[in-house]
């Protein structure tokens, strides 16, 4: 069975300090990974993924993920955050192929302050 | 226009009454999903339908049916809602080759 562990549940930062939030998975199989974010009452927007290939991801907004299969980890980072940054980021695993579903941790909030 | 719809937004309603949440989408995809959102514990899936006749339980469909009444229809019903059935609902959906999911704007249901 697959599983996603977000390491910490809420993250208070300054702005302009960098930020990472941590993601691990357990899985059998090769995965594809996921990093969604909701902003303050609105759905789930994919923020960047990581199908095959180079193992650096980047979303157009500065945020930036590795996948490191050794440590089964996918860990998002940004090296300044914003105030616009504020939301709740959620790193999703997928078995791909006929599964399909995701399988999605429990959520981390970023809350960045001025 | 929004690819993924979801209707209605809000609901509050009685335990015991019967509820169905609508999601609809303009993304042609095969796949569609109910997730359930509750603080702390991230999205939680509900059912998922691979084709218009191919319906599958999630993690937590006990207390939930769905219908797929076409490809881009699928819906969720709550047969008799119960006060810990309150929670954000989505609706999302994928391409058949591949494991994005576009998610809908949510249903956030009280059941009082």
């Known amino acids: 069975a697959q599983s996603v562990t977000q390491l910490d549940s809420q993250v208070p930062v300054f702005e302009e300090a960098p930020v990472e939030l941590r993601c691990n998975y357990s899985?059998?199989?090769?995965?594809?990974l996921f990093w969604y974010v909701q902003y303050p009452n609105q759905g789930l927007q994919l923020l960047l993924k990581?199908?095959?290939?180079?193992?650096l991801v980047e979303s157009i907004n500065g945020f930036e993920a590795e996948f490191n299969k050794s440590q089964t980890s996918f860990h998002l980072r940004k090296p300044s955050v914003h105030i616009s940054d504020t939301a709740e980021y959620f790193c999703?695993?997928?078995?791909?192929?006929?599964?399909?579903?995701?399988?999605f941790g429990k959520g981390t909030k970023l809350s960045v302050k001025p | 226009d929004a690819d993924v719809t979801q209707t209605p937004r809000n609901r509050i309603t009685k335990t015991g009454k019967r509820i169905m949440l609508e999601c609809s989408q303009t993304?042609?995809?095969?796949?569609m999903y109910w997730y359930r959102q509750d603080p702390g514990l991230g999205l939680q899936l509900i059912y998922y339908?691979?084709?218009?006749?191919?319906?599958n339980k999630g993690e937590i469909s006990d207390g939930y049916s769905v219908s797929r009444q076409a490809q881009a229809k699928f819906s969720l019903s709550l047969e008799s809602a119960i006060p810990n059935q309150t929670a954000l609902y989505f609706c999302?959906?994928?391409?058949?080759?591949?494991?994005?999911?576009?998610f809908g704007p949510g249903t956030r249901l009280t059941v009082l």
């Open positions: 993304k042609g995809h095969d796949r």
């Open positions: 999703a695993v997928s078995g791909g192929g006929s599964q399909g579903n995701l399988i």
């Open positions: 339908s691979f084709d218009v006749k191919d319906i």
């Open positions: 999302a959906t994928s391409d058949l080759y591949r494991d994005e999911q576009f």
């Open positions: 990581y199908l095959s290939g180079s193992t």
């Open positions: 899985s059998s199989v090769s995965v594809y």
